[in-house]
C-alpha cells in the first residue's frame, strides 16, 4: 500500500520569500503523485501533478515540484510567496492500478508581511 | 476541464436524522467515484470507491451499513450518513476519474450533527 509523509506541520514564511514543501512518497512503483492546496472551508484544488516524463513539473500559481525517485520525494516550491498562498497544502500518491488516493497529513502555510 | 458537483455544499442536521449528499460528473461519464472525508485539521481518508451499477466497495474501518453509497448512473453517486451523530461531522468530498489519469474533486461538503 502506498503512502505519504509531509515532515513539516507547519511553515511560516515571509511574502517575497520562497518557499519549499516537503513530501516523501511510499510505494512500490513508479506512482502518480499530485500537490492539492485547500483554502479554510473550501474543497481542494490541484496545483500539479506527475505521471512520467519530465521530473520536473510546472503548476497553477507559479508552483512547481520536482520528483526525485532516488529519494521517493516530490517537494513544491514557489520562488517568491504571495499573501493569498496561505493555506493548507496536501501532498498525494495514487496507484496506478486503481487510482485511489494516500493523502499526506498536511503542511499548514502561514504568510507574514 | 472536467467538473464535478457536490451538493449540498453544507449541512446541519439533528442527530438520529439521516443526510444525502450528491457527487455529480457534469461533462463526462464516471464508472467509478470515490468518497473521502476530513476531519478538522486532518487529512482526507478515503471512505469508499463507488462504480456504477455495482456495490461499492469500503475501506478498512468504515461502516458500509452507516454510510450508504449509491451509484445509480454514469453521473450520479450518493453518500448518504445515515442516522447521524455528531463524530460523523466533517468534511466530506467526492473524486472522480477520467481515464487512468487525472483526478477532479467536488467542492466538499461540511456536515455539522447537532
Known amino acids: 500500500a502506498q503512502s505519504v509523509t509531509q515532515p513539516d506541520i507547519h511553515i511560516t514564511v515571509s511574502e517575497g520569500a520562497s518557499l519549499e514543501l516537503r513530501c516523501n512518497y511510499s510505494?512500490?512503483?513508479?506512482?502518480?503523485l499530485f500537490w492539492y492546496v485547500q483554502s479554510p472551508g473550501q474543497g481542494l484544488q490541484l496545483l500539479l501533478k506527475y505521471f512520467s516524463g519530465d521530473t520536473l513539473v510546472q503548476g497553477i500559481k507559479g508552483f512547481e515540484a520536482e520528483f526525485k525517485r532516488s529519494q521517493s520525494s516530490f517537494n513544491l516550491r514557489k520562488p517568491s510567496v504571495h499573501w493569498s498562498d496561505a493555506a493548507e497544502y496536501f501532498c498525494a500518491v495514487g496507484a496506478r492500478e486503481d487510482y485511489k488516493l494516500s493523502f499526506g497529513a498536511g503542511t499548514t502555510v502561514t504568510v507574514r508581511a | 476541464g472536467a467538473v464535478v458537483s457536490q451538493h449540498p455544499s453544507w449541512v446541519i442536521c439533528k442527530s438520529g436524522t439521516s443526510v444525502k449528499i450528491e457527487c455529480r460528473s457534469l461533462?463526462?461519464?464516471?464508472?467509478?467515484m470515490f468518497w473521502y472525508r476530513q476531519f478538522p485539521k486532518q487529512s482526507l481518508m478515503l471512505m469508499a470507491t463507488s462504480n456504477e451499477g455495482s456495490k461499492a466497495t469500503y475501506e478498512q474501518g468504515v461502516e458500509k451499513d452507516k454510510f450508504l453509497i449509491n451509484h445509480a448512473s454514469l453521473t450520479l453517486s450518493t453518500l448518504t450518513v445515515t442516522s447521524a451523530h455528531p463524530e460523523d461531522s466533517s468534511f466530506y468530498i467526492c473524486?472522480?476519474?477520467?481515464?487512468?489519469?487525472?483526478?477532479?474533486f467536488g467542492q466538499g461538503t461540511r456536515l455539522t450533527v447537532v
Open positions: 461533462d463526462f461519464q464516471a464508472t467509478t
Open positions: 473524486t472522480t476519474k477520467q481515464g487512468n489519469t487525472e483526478a477532479f
Open positions: 510505494y512500490g512503483a513508479t506512482p502518480y
